[in-house]
């Protein structure tokens, strides 16, 4: 069955450091998203793709990369790891459609950041 | 500024009630609208959703409501379920359904069904 994973699903890191989220989904959808969940303030879109090499900054996008290099991949970087950036993680996607605003979304990454 | 507001953090209801989670919304762009449910450590999972062009949508137990002039929506859930407790989270999108697919969410409410 087509699937969209995350990875690691818990990581503890050091503040400072230079972490990579990873997003894979098997449906071939050319949407992806990247979003963090806090208490308070729901899901906010930190960094979207449309397709192969394209990629375009959300609502909360400062401290955060992505690349998209094929469809199925859109890893997430923290260049420099803060306190500020533990949260957990989503990462979703879906089919350009005119009908349908659907997402699919991954298990999560829960990022602690010491 | 918040654009999709769920303003009420918790609900909590008895088995076989009705379970209505609100939300108010400020764009009135926003043509389409869908909630999302949240079971913990696993990601959001599609409920139902809404086009601006209905005021009702509904799904076996699930319905939504849409009042545009007032920029409000809200979910009923009959009967509820131990199974139905969950964090609920509203969403909004302005593109007209079409490839952007961006979606605008609230903060979530969290449904607890008592037995």
């Known amino acids: 069955d087509a699937e969209i994973t995350q990875s690691p699903r818990h990581k503890i890191t050091e503040t400072g450091r230079q972490v990579t989220l990873a997003c894979h989904q098997t449906w071939n959808h050319n949407n992806m998203f990247w979003y963090r969940q806090d208490l308070g303030h729901g899901l906010r879109l930190i960094h979207y793709?449309?397709?192969?090499?394209?990629?375009n900054k959300g609502e909360v996008s400062d401290g955060y990369s992505v690349s998209r290099s094929n469809t199925e991949d859109l890893p997430l970087t923290l260049e420099s790891a803060a306190s500020s950036q533990t949260s957990v993680y989503f990462c979703?996607?879906?089919?350009?459609?005119?009908?349908?605003?659907?997402?699919?979304f991954g298990p999560g990454t829960r990022l602690t950041v010491l | 500024d918040q654009q999709v507001k769920q303003n009420s953090p918790s609900l909590s209801v008895q088995e076989g009630r009705i379970s209505i989670l609100n939300c108010d919304y400020t764009n009135s762009m926003f043509d389409y609208f869908l909630w999302y449910k949240k079971y913990p450590a696993e990601g959001p999972t599609f409920l139902i959703s809404?086009?601006?062009?209905?005021d009702k949508n509904e799904d076996g137990r699930f319905t939504v409501f849409l009042n545009k002039s007032a920029k409000h929506l809200s979910l009923h859930i009959v009967p509820s379920q131990p199974g139905d407790s969950a964090v609920y989270f509203c969403a909004a999108s302005a593109e007209g359904g079409g490839a952007t697919n961006k979606l605008i969410f609230g903060t979530g409410t969290l449904l607890a069904v008592q037995p």
């Open positions: 809404i086009s601006s062009i209905k």
């Open positions: 793709s449309y397709g192969v090499h394209d990629t």
């Open positions: 979703a996607s879906t089919y350009p459609s005119r009908h349908h605003n659907e997402q699919f």
